[in-house]
């Protein structure tokens, strides 16, 4: 809970310094000292420390799985601030509080991860989302940035009506929002809890973008502004699929039977879907956009084989994929042309952002020595253990292939195709090359020794 | 009044909302739609909670109070939502000076 009172504070913060009229780069540091912050108390409080220790077991109780995943989230955003907290200031005028809002949304990341009442993880998603619509029409004077946020926003209230009356439903059925007791000791389910039940299920995975809830996905990420766009796909997404896990794991684990068919089916259409649709993409924004659909699928297999496994999976998958997808798009937001002809040559110009995000496009497609593959191997070893696992399993490995060849095509822009004339590349700074680095060693550190990460899950 | 009355009631309320939703074009009227829905789910949720009240009365004075509370987040939350989407509608209005949804589909393309 360290993390949940920090960011608390940090929000506030930063919001009374944008008063205070501090030159950009006060805010900036300030702003990646609290997310540094953040960081090392989520590993204090893994070692046991508290700053305050909240007594609301019914409302929320942080375990230690919460923990290692509100870390690597904390981590990857301490990151995400190094990398782009410049560019947010090309955004708008309202710098500091771009930051704020951030802030408030790890806030609801610490209560995703760690409600027991229903009531917090529709608060937690309140939280989350609501910043969250804001930062997506931040740029107030670009016509899609403003089609994007609006989209974004009716569609997420929308799916957010869903989710309540789901809750309404199962509160019905048992006269209880606690996740423990949503399911009676008997585990037959009456038709009002599975009405709520399918009713939640659909709202997450509208939340999580997976198909067939995800054409909202593309547009809202093409439109927001390119480094909100980041931290949108990345751990907002994250948070959002531990979330959908720890409801589905804690509360209805013992319906299993009943909806493990149903996250195999999203899960396949959603790697069928977002894949194929991936590869016929120009722009490199919205190729990402249906890529992280396409990461979606896999990640819906951990809900799909749900077990230790896949938790494994689940923290893994959500180190890699945010490392990997953070990075690409820090390098993305200043690039001049975002096609993936704008990449063309971009190894000769600057042979060391190159091999960098090389390094993050092989992990994305999952190939062997790098993070991604091995979070993919968790996901599918988890769902190969489940009723009709196989079949999904060679979906799943088919669709990972057909990954590999849109991301190769930027891969091969890079490396193999002539800059064209009069093209600009940006220069890049030796900090960011430095911070860029790091991830590209954390991403091959955890390919290869993925028990650094995971063995915080036990001891 | 028997519970069920409530319950159709308002999944009658929750499905006009969620038609609304879907076919309207006007981002005001979708908006009002979607707060339809909202309000459906307060009705029920207060039903339910009278419902396990008179049920459980015997055994717990409190029980079934949850329900009422939690009305009462859906109403800050709504608000919380009202404030931005509001904002956020005006913004467009701004720019294109309509609230006409047949607007968004500059990103199809």
Same mark, same amino acid.
């Given at each position: ?40 108390? =989520?590993?204090? %409080? ?5 700053? *305050? ?43 500091? %509080? ?27 998603? %309140? ?46 059925? @048992? ?5 423990? %007791? ?34 909202? =996905? ?67 924004? @919205? ?129 193999? @195709? ?37 063995? *915080?899950?036990?001891? | ?12 309320? $929750? ?50 109070? +949850?329900?009422?509370?939690?009305? $009462? ?26 609230? +006409? ?9």
């Amino acid at each position: 809970m360290n993390l949940l009172l920090l960011a608390a504070f940090w929000g506030v913060l930063m919001m009374f310094i944008s008063l205070s009229g501090r030159s950009h780069a006060t805010i900036r540091l300030i702003a990646q000292v609290g997310m540094g912050l953040l960081f090392l108390s =989520t590993l204090a %409080e893994m070692q046991g420390f508290l700053i *305050y220790d909240l007594k609301a077991a019914e409302m929320f109780a942080m375990d230690r799985y919460g923990l290692v995943m509100l870390s690597v989230l904390s981590g990857c955003g301490f990151l995400y601030f190094l990398l782009s907290g410049r560019d947010m200031a090309n955004v708008g005028s309202d710098y500091s %509080e771009y930051f704020s809002l951030i802030f408030f949304i790890f806030c609801g990341f610490v209560l995703v991860l760690s409600f027991t009442s229903l009531l917090m993880l529709f608060l937690g998603i %309140e939280i989350v989302t609501i910043p969250l619509y804001i930062l997506t029409g931040s740029d107030k004077r670009n016509l899609k940035s403003n089609e994007a946020s609006l989209k974004y926003f009716l569609l997420g209230a929308f799916s957010t009506g869903l989710m309540l009356m789901g809750i309404a439903l199962i509160y019905g059925a @048992r006269g209880t929002f606690s996740t423990m %007791e949503v399911v009676g000791a008997s585990g037959i389910p009456t038709r009002l809890l599975l009405g709520g039940l399918f009713l939640m299920f659909f709202s997450l995975a509208f939340k999580v973008s997976a198909a067939p809830f995800h054409f909202w =996905t593309p547009d809202v990420y093409d439109g927001a502004p390119t480094v909100f766009t980041s931290f949108m796909a990345t751990l907002v997404k994250v948070a959002a699929f531990a979330g959908f896990l720890r409801l589905f794991d804690h509360a209805f684990g013992s319906l299993k039977t009943t909806w493990q068919i149903w996250a195999g089916a999203v899960a396949v259409l959603t790697l069928i879907i977002g894949n194929i649709t991936a590869v016929y993409q120009q722009s490199v924004k @919205r190729l990402l956009a249906y890529s992280s659909i396409a990461q979606a699928g896999f990640m819906m297999l951990g809900l799909y084989g749900l077990g230790d496994g896949a938790r494994e999976g689940m923290v893994l998958y959500a180190a890699s994929y945010s490392l990997a997808t953070i990075a690409i798009f820090s390098v993305l937001t200043r690039m001049n042309d975002y096609t993936i002809e704008g990449f063309n040559g971009l190894a000769k110009k600057d042979p060391w952002i190159a091999g960098i995000l090389a390094v993050c496009l092989l992990s994305l497609a999952g190939i062997p020595l790098t993070a991604g593959f091995l979070a993919k191997f968790y996901m599918l070893q988890a769902a190969l253990s489940a009723k009709y696992g196989l079949v999904v399993v060679v979906i799943a490995v088919l669709m990972a292939a057909v990954s590999v060849y849109y991301y190769f095509r930027v891969l091969q822009a890079m490396y193999f @195709r002539a800059a064209e004339e009069g093209a600009q590349f940006p220069a890049f700074s030796t900090g960011f090359k430095r911070v860029l680095t790091l991830i590209a060693i954390l991403i091959l550190v955890l390919g290869i020794q993925p028990g650094l990460l995971l063995h *915080y899950l036990y001891f | 009044m028997p519970i069920n009355y409530y319950l159709f009631l308002s999944l009658a309320l $929750f499905t006009i909302g969620m038609v609304g939703v879907l076919t309207r074009r006007n981002a005001i009227i979708i908006f009002m739609c979607i707060e339809l829905m909202l309000n459906a789910v307060n009705l029920l949720l207060v039903a339910f909670s009278k419902m396990h009240h008179l049920k459980n009365l015997a055994l717990n004075a409190s029980v079934g109070t +949850d329900g009422q509370l939690f009305v $009462f987040f859906i109403m800050v939350v709504a608000a919380a939502e009202v404030s931005v989407g509001l904002a956020i509608i005006v913004m467009m209005y701004r720019n294109i000076h309509s609230v +006409d949804i047949q607007f968004l589909n500059r990103l199809k393309h």
